[in-house]
């Protein structure tokens, strides 16, 4: 054991009770130092965890291979274990305590024996501040050290606070034999502690991220009345210096990355807008001494897609990466760069696979499938400070004030551009009856609706039923609720094409939301919410044809009323339990229809 020892007696005998199941040969503490980190690249260089890019045109960055069957969040294997199953939910998979325990210890048993066990104390949130959680990860994986030491605060300023008395989240992981079959992710919010066995992949293993700042948090969240979500947060600064912010949920792979560090469009310029990126991924939010919500991202770094990330899709983020990163399962080039599908500029001539296999542009499989270079779920992991547009307040321990709530789904009909609940209760109903469609890239029925209310249908630490009480309390604990909208990037013409450009022109839609938040524009009221008049959206610049934009506003009540059946056989599922708010809110809707078909 390396000599950083802390006073906080809980700590010290939980690390020393897991060592005890694990068998790990050696246990090091984590100081968040460089000397410690660059000790950790070079061991894991040797090892061939790490492989070591060109250092003069991507400097400090590495590239990584998972186990080809471990490649994104195992659902399946994710489990609730609390005591009562019915409080895990019908959204979460459920395992009882006592033999999620036997399983999975099972499973570390000797684990560890000839590696090391890393000692990594983290916080969510700037260290010390009233919204921060701290958690403590134990782990057999270099690559989980150095990502942790990207996502998160790391070291002995952690250690102080735990020092002074402070709870924190017990996580303990090991790549184990990183087997299918052996692969467990276990949350036991009752105990506030989290087990992962079995995977060396980010979303699985990386326990501040998805486990502990949304799985853990919404159900500590709840207890404590403030709110874990699935959201983006961005500050949109105009040219006489105030800022707004919003938060916004999409379920996965709907662009959040992307808008939170949106790029204004040519057409807006002259407005001198400026985009400030707080996080992609997660956030906080509190209601403070001015009755007001505000967020901070627990989070310090972006696990972000490769593929598609390009100067078009994300200008931002290609300037990002360009040092400190991680990237997991990209194809790499002769020249020891990182690539994947949709990058910049030309394709390589050859290279090496995520599967580590030489490949060639044009490739088949024995199906006569085209074999990509990348992974579709391939990541990167970069420190949120290489942004060139990250935010002066990520350290500021209160965050920042929300003036919007923004839901979204991919729809291609239903839902036009853009629409603002009547009031809190309603935007609930909005964010809980948040829906996609399956596109192409997903198993399953094309078209296929898919719910996944407020994007936290795979994150809620408990049940959803009780999750959409909490939301609705908390708009009573508020006495300057953010107003709630919903947008819709993919709807789409007759012929499957997009009908909005998308990407930086989004802002448009982000101005209109921000001057109803102040009351600078009126709009017109449909069964559904207030959707803009086609004149309060500026299209300066951006040459969409009138009969698009009024397709993109346009409310069809036959749709609605179809979308309400789906929604009633989802809120069904939650029985008695679904807070009958969202029951009045869901008759108030279908009997404006009514009025309207
Ligand atoms: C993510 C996800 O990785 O939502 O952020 O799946
Ligand atoms: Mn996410």
Not at 310 to 327: A, C, H, L
Not at 477 to 496: L, Q, S
Not at 503 to 532: Q, S
Request: proline fraction near 6%.
């Amino acid at each position: 054991m390396n000599k950083i020892i802390t006073h906080n007696k809980k700590l010290k005998d939980w690390v020393e009770k897991m060592a005890r199941i694990c068998k790990p040969d050696n246990i090091l503490w984590i100081d968040g130092t460089n000397e410690q980190r660059f000790l950790l690249e070079k061991e894991a260089e040797d090892t061939g965890e790490l492989i070591q890019l060109d250092q003069q045109k991507l400097p400090g960055c590495f590239l990584h291979r998972t186990a080809i069957d471990d490649v994104a969040r195992t659902e399946h294997l994710t489990f609730i274990c609390t005591k009562k199953k019915h409080d895990a939910g019908p959204n979460n998979n459920w395992m009882s305590p006592s033999s999620a325990y036997k399983k999975a210890g099972n499973i570390f048993k000797g684990a560890m024996s000839g590696r090391t066990m890393y000692v990594i104390p983290f916080s969510m949130g700037p260290v010390g501040s009233e919204f921060s959680k701290i958690g403590v990860e134990l782990t057999d994986s270099r690559y989980v050290v150095l990502n942790m030491l990207i996502m998160t605060r790391v070291g002995n300023a952690v250690l102080k606070e735990l020092d002074k008395g402070k709870d924190f989240t017990k996580c303990l992981h090991s790549k184990a034999e990183l087997d299918i079959n052996k692969r467990l992710i276990l949350h036991f919010p009752e105990d506030n502690t989290i087990w992962s066995v079995g995977s060396g992949y980010g979303g699985n293993v990386l326990l501040g991220k998805k486990c502990l700042s949304l799985r853990i948090a919404s159900f500590i969240a709840r207890r404590e009345h403030w709110m874990a979500e699935h959201m983006l947060i961005m500050g949109i600064e105009e040219t006489n210096g105030h800022i707004e912010y919003i938060a916004a949920a999409f379920p996965s792979a709907c662009g959040k990355t992307n808008l939170a560090m949106l790029v204004p469009p040519e057409g807006l310029k002259v407005k001198g807008y400026r985009i400030w990126t707080v996080g992609d991924d997660i956030a906080w939010m509190r209601v403070d001494s001015d009755g007001a919500l505000w967020a901070v991202n627990p989070e310090s770094g972006f696990f972000g897609v490769a593929p598609g990330t390009n100067s078009k899709s994300n200008p931002m983020m290609v300037e990002t990466i360009k040092k400190d990163v991680i990237f997991t399962n990209v194809l790499l080039t002769p020249d020891k760069r990182a690539w994947w599908e949709g990058a910049d500029g030309e394709i390589p001539g050859e290279g090496i696979d995520w599967q580590g296999r030489p490949w060639k542009p044009g490739m088949r499989d024995e199906k006569g499938k085209p074999v990509l270079g990348a992974h579709p779920n391939s990541r990167f992991t970069v420190p949120i400070k290489n942004c060139p547009s990250a935010s002066f307040r990520l350290e500021q321990h209160h965050g920042v004030p929300i003036s919007a709530i923004v839901f979204g789904g991919r729809r291609a009909h239903l839902a036009p551009l853009v629409y603002e609940a009547f009031n809190w209760q309603h935007g609930v109903f909005v964010g809980a009856t948040m829906a996609s469609e399956r596109t192409a890239a997903q198993v399953g029925e094309l078209g296929e609706v898919r719910r996944d209310p407020m994007a936290m249908l795979p994150f809620c630490g408990y049940n959803m039923a009780y999750y959409f009480r909490h939301w609705l309390n908390m708009g009573k604990r508020m006495p300057k609720a953010p107003k709630i909208f919903h947008v819709n990037w993919f709807k789409t013409d007759e012929r499957g094409e997009f009908l909005w450009p998308g990407f930086t022109e989004n802002l448009r839609v982000l101005e209109w939301i921000l001057d109803r938040c102040n009351n600078k524009v009126d709009a017109f009221k449909t069964p559904i919410g207030y959707v803009p008049y086609p004149q309060d959206l500026d299209m300066t610049g951006l040459n969409l044809p009138r009969q698009a934009l009024e397709k993109l506003l346009e409310v069809k009540p036959d749709e609605w009323a179809e979308e309400l059946k789906g929604i009633k056989r989802f809120f069904t599922e939650f029985k008695k339990d679904l807070p009958i708010e969202l029951w009045d809110e869901y008759e108030n809707l279908s009997k404006r229809i009514k009025s309207n078909g």
